[in-house]
């Protein structure tokens, strides 16, 4: 019996010595981080063969479940596998920060980290660390190559970043393509994609889908248990963007990298890191569109002053390009020209925009209606053959056409409080633009411009390279840098798609990067686009929609059926629910003077904020948004919808209790819609507070706009309460 007795303790000794060494080894290679809320849930671990994973629940339902990660070199061997965790490192911030311009004044900032050290034995302790950062909307992580004998300059072959999805969600998607975003957005289930892809990849110019079955970030996704799924990057500093391989069967997305010119995905040199791969996910659409994960996984600026960086509203001369052929980028009707050419030779096309005329025409409107500044495209020499002959020295920045008077029109801006925006279309030749960039910049200064407009149209030379590659991260970042030096404001086109850097480059104020107000005149855009974009292309930044267009029938200017699908008022919403602090009044001017009492809405428009609501959304479908003037008590809502009439819920409890506003009610009329009576809206003012609610029809296709302001006794007077 005793006998038996030790053997019994022997036994459970070495039974609870190797569950010891078990736990021990499972707690050192799976590590569990949970959000502030405790909602969100992220586990760490090595699954066989030391194969980094993770996987992220909301609420206890799987959201990613088990999934890879890791590098594939070239030359060197792999960071896939035999990794052993020797660290892990847990912190915890909460804390607030003011953004130089933004949808409110302060951000909050609240995580849990984990940072593990994974090291590969077999390759001489050669190391890598993954940073995880989880919020209370979604996760962020990163990868880290420290300095290290073994590891100094590697070139990355693929990035293998696995988001296993739990089910076939619906998902909102353009095509992978390394050189455009500008494609309509497809709505699907994952399953569908492959079936659609060819549909989907319509002809755009300088395009380059991706071979294998792949779609854009920011991917936005709904499952069938109510989960809304967005997954994109954050901080993308010297490093391609990120497509995702799409598995249909599986719904297992996986990084995709654009290549380079020689096809190589990425040159780095520790000590580096990668961006932020982020997951934003909410039960609530409305969560998804008030996150700001995106923008605080984002360095801060190292700007010392940025008292010069103001947020603007513009008109230009640009919309008249589009519409009817009533103007033309180009002064000379020839079409074979150098920069080294006598402009004053050419035999003018009668049609040039950017006259001097035409110029000092948009300055009084702008002087009159309190526009900051003037957009004048085509002014410079060049436009002649600019698009798609994949020249180099295109545009020199500084030249004017022989009809435009730089300094005529400078003097005439500045007596009239206006400032005028330049203009710097590249026609993709990145390398020219770099050459020129400080003579160009300087120029800006000598001649009166705060503020540009890029553009990157065409095939990108270096002649190989993609919009969305390494080298043209680094373009666009450069600029940004060096316009800051000489105070500077950017705004780019068909540039990568944004990442929240306008935090870290706040001069850097918006970007296109997708389909904007211009494709309205180029076969027209669904009527859900914009319910869509604020789930997607807005999630890394503002855009420079340009919105604004009253005249929506374009057979107006030279007859076929051409139009924008939206009712007028819908293109004030726009104004709302399509962030960006530089915000375009983008109709002919002579448009505005037909409707004043609309047009009095972008006129009083803020373009800075306190504070924004997310009222309701749905992707797809429809879209309310609520927001408070910086500095100003005054609030502004803008609610859109898709195809379908639609009644817009509108709450007020963001007011401060106990006082009375006037509300300007910019509505639909009943028999209006974004193909019939367009142009028809009607505008009431009522008395609101803080317990009001509006219930407001929208037509199809259509929108609201209310502005909220303090009205003495008089001007309330006689107004009904709502």
């Not at 989960?227 to 993308?236: D, F, G, M, P, V």
Request: charged residues 25%.
């Amino acid at each position: 019996m005793h006998q038996n007795a030790n053997l019994i303790g022997r036994i459970y000794r070495r039974l609870s010595l190797f569950t010891f060494l078990f736990l021990f080894t499972w707690l050192v290679q799976a590590q569990t981080i949970t959000s502030p809320n405790k909602n969100l849930s992220m586990t760490f671990e090595l699954a066989a063969n030391g194969v980094p994973t993770y996987q992220l629940t909301y609420k206890k339902k799987p959201v990613i479940k088990q999934s890879k990660m890791g590098f594939e070199m070239k030359d060197v061997p792999s960071m896939m596998n035999g990794f052993t965790v020797t660290k892990t490192e847990q912190n915890s911030v909460n804390d607030t920060w003011e953004p130089v311009w933004g949808e409110q004044k302060t951000i909050r900032n609240n995580y849990n980290e984990l940072l593990v050290t994974l090291s590969q034995k077999e390759h001489k302790d050669r190391h890598i660390q993954i940073r995880f950062r989880l919020f209370n909307d979604g996760l962020g992580f990163r990868y880290e190559f420290p300095q290290q004998p073994e590891l100094k300059y590697f070139i990355i072959k693929e990035e293998h970043t696995e988001f296993n999805l739990t089910g076939d969600h619906k998902i909102f998607w353009i095509p992978g393509d390394y050189d455009t975003n500008e494609y309509a957005y497809t709505t699907s289930q994952i399953s569908q994609i492959p079936g659609l892809m060819q549909k989907a990849t319509i002809d755009v110019h300088a395009q380059f889908p991706i071979k294998t079955l792949a779609v854009q970030t920011p991917s936005m996704m709904k499952s069938s248990d109510g989960l809304y799924i967005n997954i994109h990057e954050a901080a993308l500093l010297n490093y391609p963007a990120m497509q995702l391989n799409v598995d249909p069967k599986t719904f297992k997305f996986s990084s995709h990298l654009t290549p380079d010119a020689v096809g190589n995905k990425g040159y780095m040199q520790t000590e580096t890191h990668t961006p932020w791969r982020t997951i934003v996910v909410s039960d609530k659409a409305t969560d998804i569109l008030a996150s700001k994960l995106i923008l605080n996984l984002n360095e801060p600026t190292e700007y010392e002053d940025v008292s010069w960086i103001k947020p603007v509203k513009y008109i230009g001369i640009w919309w008249e390009y589009f519409v009817a052929g009533k103007s033309s980028w180009a002064y000379g009707t020839e079409t074979n020209v150098k920069l080294t050419d006598d402009f004053t030779k050419l035999t003018p096309n009668g049609r040039h925009g950017a006259t001097t005329e035409n110029a000092k025409k948009h300055i009084d409107f702008a002087a009159e209606h309190g526009f900051d500044a003037v957009l004048i495209e085509g002014w410079n020499i060049g436009w002649e053959d600019w698009f798609g002959n994949w020249k180099e020295e295109v545009f020199d920045f500084v030249t004017a056409y022989p009809d435009f008077d730089v300094k005529e029109v400078q003097k005439y801006a500045e007596s009239k409080g206006v400032r005028v925006m330049m203009h710097h279309e590249t026609s993709g030749s990145a390398t020219n633009y770099e050459r020129r960039l400080q003579d160009a910049f300087k120029f800006m200064n000598d001649h009166g411009y705060t503020s540009v407009k890029t553009g990157y149209v065409g095939k990108i030379i270096p002649r190989g390279e993609h919009h969305d590659g390494q080298w043209m991260v680094n373009h666009y970042n450069h600029v940004a840098r060096t316009a800051a030096k000489y105070k500077i404001l950017i705004n780019s086109h068909e540039a990568v798609r944004p990442t929240g850097l306008h935090r870290t480059f706040p001069n850097w104020l918006a970007q296109e990067s997708a389909r904007g107000t211009e494709f309205e005149a180029m076969g027209g855009l669904a009527p859900d686009h914009t319910t869509i974009l604020p789930f997607t292309r807005l999630m890394g930044g503002p855009m420079d929609y340009t919105p604004g267009i009253f005249q929506t029938d374009l057979s107006y200017y030279h007859g076929g059926e051409q139009r924008v699908n939206t009712t007028l008022v819908k293109q004030l919403a726009y104004y709302v629910t399509m962030y960006s602090p530089l915000q375009m009044a983008a109709d002919i001017p002579d448009n505005y003077t037909r409707f004043p009492d609309a047009f009095q809405f972008i006129k009083d428009v803020a373009v800075d904020w306190d504070d924004t609501w997310v009222l309701e959304a749905e992707p797809g479908d429809y879209v309310t948004i609520a927001r408070k003037a910086k500095g100003k008590n005054e609030w502004y809502i803008g609610g859109i919808t898709d195809e379908n009439t639609r009644t817009a819920n509108i709450r007020f409890d963001y007011l401060p209790k106990g006082k009375t506003y006037i509300a300007t009610i910019y509505a639909d009329a009943k028999d209006a819609s974004w193909n019939k009576n367009p142009q028809k809206y009607e505008i009431r003012k009522v008395l609101v507070n803080s317990k009001s609610v509006l219930k407001q029809h929208l037509a199809s296709g259509g929108g609201v706009a209310v502005s909220v302001k303090e009205g003495s006794k008089q001007e309330q007077k006689g107004l009904k309460k709502l």
